[in-house]
């Protein structure tokens, strides 16, 4: 019989150690069939930074160097500079990348680093135990948005994809989900794209993420599925917010 | 024959990390180190295999040099004191991943946005390590432009010993004077590859660097290995420059520029027959105790000067044990004294000490 599904191979056998529900393993895992599928493997870096998936490197089986709290894209720009025939990754959730990192991603994104960003937004600081985000949707209730995220005090959430979009140097943007398997397909899809583009030394790629943390949303695990398609598309519209590629 | 050039310090410090084999260089301007930036633009940026950017932000800079050094190569960046303020956070962790790196601080006058002119305020944030958790960095203080030179090719060779970053302490005074100088290295054709680069795990396990340690016993255990590192290096590289002291009654201890200037001071009242000598530490961390402790043996009095409220005065007084008199003087604004303002200092205590 045809095996059809089985465990990556670039998959460590370590425990995840992410709660039920999280995205965060969803994604592991395709970053790890990509590894194996793309033949990108062996000159593959990954760089994650602080956050619930500061851990990465103990279940994505390529070499790894973790990052200062948001310098994952400065990080990488020193590795790739140094080393232009590695394949470097940045790994990284909303708090990092569109808040303490927000700087070194622009940049790097408009100098069109020849890196790929992977940047899961759950719409809160999971690793501190759900504190507000940049991208916290309005009247989203988080321990430092008790009240629920209020436009007045707190701002909007923010959307980095598309200002990442607005730089020259960016090549591919797409924001997708992985609450559903076909959200999931379409993840892997954009994701092996982002880093064809690095490969064919094209530019900065990105693809931003939806991805449930039920754990600090304070739902189930099929209601924070369905808050993802009923709430945060609204405000992070799915899809490609970017593609010069001309693929 | 090694042909001399004439060169500011700071153009001195990129030259000879280019032939110290630097393949990346990353910074963000500020006074009074620009030349050194413009510099690595103008001769590594576009050498083969090499890399210049020019960061977003002292703490985008930091952060790739982190990136580069772990793919493996020689790299630096350089700023001035609220820069590498801004860089301290980096330098903790390239100190905690055990990564070569060399960062160079022309120094100027703080606290806060201070001034551009030449002070020695960061003496305390270079030595103490200067950012989070336990950790040491080597810093060397040169005081001429050949010594920023030769301390450049030293720094990235003790950074690659000890897998550390190293700190060059200049100042804008040195950073943007002139003088002779002479290299006896030429480039590197390819620079070198360190052997536990990282670079995709292609015929060997893959590895990882980092510095999150959720078990308190191994991060004891990290920190002791550090901790024994630093005791080796304190053994092995101190270094100390004098100047007259075989018959000095009175001993200057200054470093840096001060002691350039104390060098012009020393040498006017020598010519009034005062029995001065100057103490230079080279390396500021390790501290050169045992050799101040020996060049303090003989003499009746100590003067430490420098530009600063008295910062290496307390790594003075830890090296001689608190067991002598030491006076001091500085001048903490970035008024760089001129030799015979210094002299006459010198003279009034070499008076007021009794010595003649
Ligand atoms: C300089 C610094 N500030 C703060 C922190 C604490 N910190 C660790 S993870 C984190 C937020 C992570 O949130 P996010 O990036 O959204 O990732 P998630 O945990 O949600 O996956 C913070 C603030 C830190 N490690 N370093
Ligand atoms: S707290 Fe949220 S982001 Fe972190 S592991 Fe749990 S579900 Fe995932």
Redesign the interface.
């Known amino acids: 019989m045809e095996k059809v599904y089985q465990r990556p191979r670039y998959l460590t056998r370590a425990n995840f150690h992410y709660c039920p529900g999280c995205g965060h393993s969803i994604v592991h895992r395709i970053v790890c069939e990509l590894m194996d599928e793309m033949n990108i ?5 990954g ?1 994650p930074p ?1 956050g619930c998936s ?1 851990f990465a ?1 103990n279940y994505i ?8 709290h948001g ?1 994952g894209a ?10 232009p ?3 470097v990754f940045t790994y990284q959730g909303d708090g990092d990348i569109s808040a303490i990192g927000t ?2 991603t622009i ?1 790097a994104a408009n ?1 069109g680093e020849r890196i790929t960003g992977i940047f899961i937004n759950n719409a809160v600081y999971g690793m501190t135990g759900g504190q507000m985000a940049p991208t916290t949707l309005l009247s989203q209730k988080t321990t430092t948005s008790p009240f629920g995220r209020d436009k007045n005090f707190e701002g909007y959430p923010i959307k980095l994809s598309e200002m990442l979009a607005l730089t020259d140097g960016a090549v591919y943007i797409e924001r997708t989900a992985v609450n559903s398997p076909k959200n999931i397909i379409k993840t892997k899809k954009a994701l092996q794209k982002a880093f064809q583009v690095q490969l064919d030394n094209l530019g900065y790629s990105l693809v931003e993420i939806l991805s449930p943390c039920p754990t600090n949303w304070k739902m189930g695990v099929l209601d924070s599925w369905k808050w993802v398609d009923e709430e945060m598309t609204k405000v992070f519209p799915l899809g490609v917010i970017k593609d010069t590629t001309g693929k | 024959m090694v042909a001399k050039v004439l060169m500011y310090g700071n153009t001195a410090i990129g030259e000879a990390a280019i032939r110290a084999g630097c ?2 260089y ?1 910074g963000y301007p500020i006074t009074p180190q620009n030349e050194l930036t413009e510099y690595m633009a103008a001769n590594l940026g576009r050498r083969p295999g090499c ?1 210049f ?1 020019q ?3 002292e ?3 930091i ?11 020689r ?1 630096m960046t350089s700023s001035s004191s609220p820069g590498i303020s801004l860089k301290q ?2 330098i903790s ?1 390239l100190a905690a ?1 055990e990564l070569p790196a060399v960062i160079v601080n022309i120094s100027r006058g703080g606290p806060g946005l201070g001034s551009i002119i030449a002070a020695q305020s960061d003496y305390f944030q270079a030595t103490r390590g200067g950012g989070h958790g336990d950790y040491r960095t080597i810093v060397l203080a040169p005081a001429s432009v050949q010594e920023f030179a030769d301390l450049t090719m030293r720094a990235f060779d003790l950074a690659d010993t000890y897998r550390m970053p190293v700190l060059i302490l200049g100042d804008g005074m040195l950073g943007q004077m002139m003088e002779p100088v002479e290299f006896d290295r030429e480039a590197p054709a390819v620079p070198p590859v360190r052997a536990d ?7 060997r396990p ?7 340690t959720s078990n308190p016993a191994d991060l004891e255990e990290i920190n002791w290995s550090l901790y024994r590192r630093y005791q080796v290096i304190k053994e092995k590289e101190p270094a100390a420059d004098t100047f007259l002291t075989d018959d000095a009654e009175l001993l200057v201890v200054a470093f840096g520029a001060s002691a350039r200037i104390a060098k012009g001071a020393i040498k006017e009242v020598r010519a009034g027959g005062m029995k001065v000598g100057l103490f230079r530490p080279v390396t500021l961390w390790p501290f050169p105790d045992k050799a101040l402790r020996a060049a303090a043996e003989r003499v009746k009095g100590i003067l430490v000067f420098e530009m600063n409220m008295g910062q290496m005065i307390e790594d003075v007084r830890l090296s001689l044990n608190g067991d002598r008199r030491i006076d001091f003087y500085g001048r903490p604004g970035g008024i760089i004294p001129a030799p015979s303002e210094v002299a006459r200092v010198i003279a009034r205590h070499y008076h007021q000490q009794g010595l003649k």
């Open positions: 493997h062996d000159r593959a870096i760089v602080p500061v490197y089986e390529t070499d790894f160097v973790e990052s200062a310098r400065a990080v990488a720009t020193g590795i790739k500079r140094a080393a025939d590695t394949v700087g070194e940049h100098r | 393949q990346c990353f890399a950017v960061a977003e932000s703490i985008a800079a952060n790739m040099v982190h990136g580069a050094s772990v793919a493996g190569v790299t956070e980096g962790y991943c680069a990282l670079r995709g795990a292609s015929g893959r590895k990882i660097v980092k510095s999150f």
